[in-house]
Nanobody, 118 residues
Framework: QVQLVESGGGLVQAGGSLRLSCTAS????????MGWYRQAPGKQRELVVT???????SYADSVKGRFTISRDNAKNTVYLQMNSLKSEDTGVYYC????????????WGQGTQVTVSS
């Protein structure tokens, strides 16, 4: 099992930047994949970006070129650097972890609010 704690959300003007952090309760080097999802008001949760243990990344088209995910295994933390923020980036951002051991095990953080004002 793993607990995930997000931080770094807040209110920012359009065009600004934020950096989200997701710290895990255990070593992330053995976690198969981590990433970020977001959910805007009245919409379904959507994938923003994932990063595997092999440091392979996959971004949603809507954030390519603006968002960057990275991981620091020594700190058990995954970061999401968000630049050139738009109002449509507003939502609750959830950290996600996938562990493929004895089946598919998915874990979620509590979420952090990102609000981009236009």
């Amino acid at each position: 099992q793993v607990q995930l704690v997000e931080s770094g959300g807040g209110l920012v003007q359009a065009g600004g930047s934020l950096r989200l952090s997701c710290t895990a309760s255990r070593s992330i080097s053995s976690i198969n994949a981590m990433g970020w999802y977001r959910q805007a008001p009245g919409k379904q949760r959507e994938l923003v970006v994932t990063i595997t243990s092999a440091v392979t990344t996959s971004y949603a088209d809507s954030v390519k070129g603006r968002f960057t995910i990275s991981r620091d295994n020594a700190k058990n933390t995954v970061y999401l650097q968000m630049n050139s923020l738009k109002s449509e980036d507003t939502g609750v951002y959830y950290c996600y972890a996938l562990i493929l051991r004895s089946g598919v095990n998915e874990y979620w953080g509590q979420g952090t609010q990102v609000t981009v004002s236009s």
